[in-house]
């Protein structure tokens, strides 16, 4: 089965760093996947590891670690705009393509 | 641009109304898509896989006769509330897996969500 764990909530202040934390237990690893989703919104995607490390892309890094089942979504330079739930997800791999499972989600508020 | 296109995008009804949401893969063929379902503060729910020419893969606690999908062609998929009720409002999303040979980095393209309200 399928395990991810994120916290709920977090704030943070405009022009700061934050990091999100994902704890995950997977029956096989297809990589992991962080999604951006505002209010009312789709998600939207925002990266992709599945080779231990940082993956660096503009402002926002995602890192894995997969003997630990460990991963975080670094957010740089905090903008007001980045207030949203940033979701963690495991793929499945099925019959020829994947099915997603998706954490709860953690609602990061940008604060002046 | 979208490559999933889900419409209606936002639905107000009475209860007891049966509610078709419609979403399409653009430019390509989607043999499987998935539905999903998310009230306020909560993740995504898997609720069905959509299978192009057969039955539909409801997940547990799911109502099959409540929730119909239907996947007619390779660019569509239906999802119908039955007899909706105030329960049933929520934010409904549909998306369409990459195939795993296309060695994609991302798993899936989502469509823009259908806000139904049940009065």
């Known amino acids: 089965g399928q395990n991810i764990d994120q916290p709920t909530e977090m704030t943070a202040t405009e022009g700061a760093i934050v990091q999100i934390n994902c704890t995950y237990q997977?029956?096989?690893?297809?990589?992991l996947f962080w999604y951006q989703q505002h209010a009312g919104e789709a998600p939207t995607f925002l990266s992709y590891?599945?080779?231990?490390g940082l993956e660096e892309k503009g402002r926002f890094s995602s890192f894995l670690s997969r003997s630990k089942g460990y991963s975080y979504l670094l957010l740089k330079e905090l903008q007001m705009k980045d207030s949203a739930s940033y979701l963690c997800?495991?793929?499945?791999?099925?019959?020829?393509?994947?099915?997603?499972?998706f954490g709860k989600g953690t609602k990061l508020s940008v604060i002046p | 641009g979208a490559v999933v296109s889900q419409h209606p995008s936002w639905v107000i009804c009475k209860s007891g109304t049966s509610v078709k949401i419609e979403c399409r893969s653009l430019?390509?063929?989607?043999?499987?898509m998935f539905w999903y379902r998310q009230f306020p503060k909560q993740s995504l729910m898997l609720m069905a896989t959509?299978?192009?020419?057969?039955?539909?893969?409801?997940e547990q606690g799911v109502e099959k006769d409540k929730f119909l999908i239907n996947h007619a062609s390779l660019t569509l998929s239906t999802l119908t509330v039955t007899s909706a009720h105030p329960e049933d409002s929520s934010f409904y999303i549909c998306?369409?897996?990459?195939?795993?040979?296309?060695?994609?980095?991302?798993?899936?393209?989502f469509g823009d969500g259908t806000r139904l309200s049940i009065l």
């Open positions: 998306s369409a897996p990459i195939r795993i040979s296309e060695n994609s980095n991302q798993p899936q393209h």
């Open positions: 997977t029956s096989g690893f297809n990589g």
């Open positions: 590891n599945v080779l231990d």
């Open positions: 997800a495991a793929p499945v791999a099925g019959a020829g393509s994947y099915q997603l499972t």
């Open positions: 430019d390509f063929q989607a043999t499987t």
């Open positions: 959509s299978n192009e020419g057969s039955k539909a893969t409801y």
